[in-house]
């Protein structure tokens, strides 16, 4: 494991939650791997510009027939997705937003999600261009929703990363965060054990 991508959402920054599982996690696949490269992408301190119809059309023009602005847009776009190839590990801190995920993030997916470059579509369906790689989901939860309908983050991240060829994903929940302390501190002690599980 020679690098190892990490991404944030929360917007406590790294004080928040699914952020210092995160850390926790880094710190045991950095002991484990002490000459890994470590990319930090915050999207709460440097959050990716939500899409709309200029950027998406950015998406769609040819490189020959790009404008500087649209040029500019697709330069950031193949960053991220760079990083993200390059990764051999991701660590994903995901809060839980009014049932969903933080809006920062899912700009984020809709910037690494381009035709032809991270998906296809063929006579067989879409297949995604990534190649495969562990992808560690830190999920932060003030109540309990893992195996409810109100999960809708689950299904979504697992659909969403499957769909660009990410299909080695790993859900770790700290849930109940917002039950009272005895309830926090044991969801929080449950989620590193399944933490140590995970990167033994």
Do not use: C, W
């Not at 760079?82 to 993030?105: C, H, I, R, T, W």
């Amino acid at each position: 494991m020679k690098n190892i991508l990490v991404i944030t959402a929360s917007i406590f920054g790294q004080n928040g939650q699914s952020s210092q599982l995160v850390s926790k996690t880094l710190e045991k696949l950095t002991r484990q791997h002490p000459d890994a490269q470590v990319h930090i992408r915050d999207l709460a301190k440097n959050p990716v510009p939500h899409l709309d119809a200029e950027r998406f059309g950015a998406f769609l023009a040819t490189p020959a027939d790009a404008t500087a602005a649209q040029s500019d847009v697709q330069a950031f776009s193949d960053e991220l997705i760079a990083e993200l190839k390059q990764a051999d590990a991701v660590l994903l801190g995901v809060p839980m937003y009014n049932f969903g995920v933080p809006s920062v993030l899912k700009a984020y997916f809709d910037h690494i999600a381009r035709a032809g470059i991270t998906f296809r579509y063929t006579e067989n369906g879409p297949e995604g261009l990534l190649e495969d790689k562990p992808v560690y989901v830190l999920a932060a939860r003030g109540g309990i929703y893992a195996g409810t309908p109100n999960d809708s983050q689950t299904p979504f991240l697992r659909s969403f990363l499957g769909f660009l060829g990410l299909t080695s994903v790993e859900f770790i929940y700290a849930e109940g965060l917002n039950m009272g302390d005895d309830h926090k501190s044991q969801s929080l002690d449950k989620a590193d054990t399944v933490i140590d599980a995970l990167t033994a």
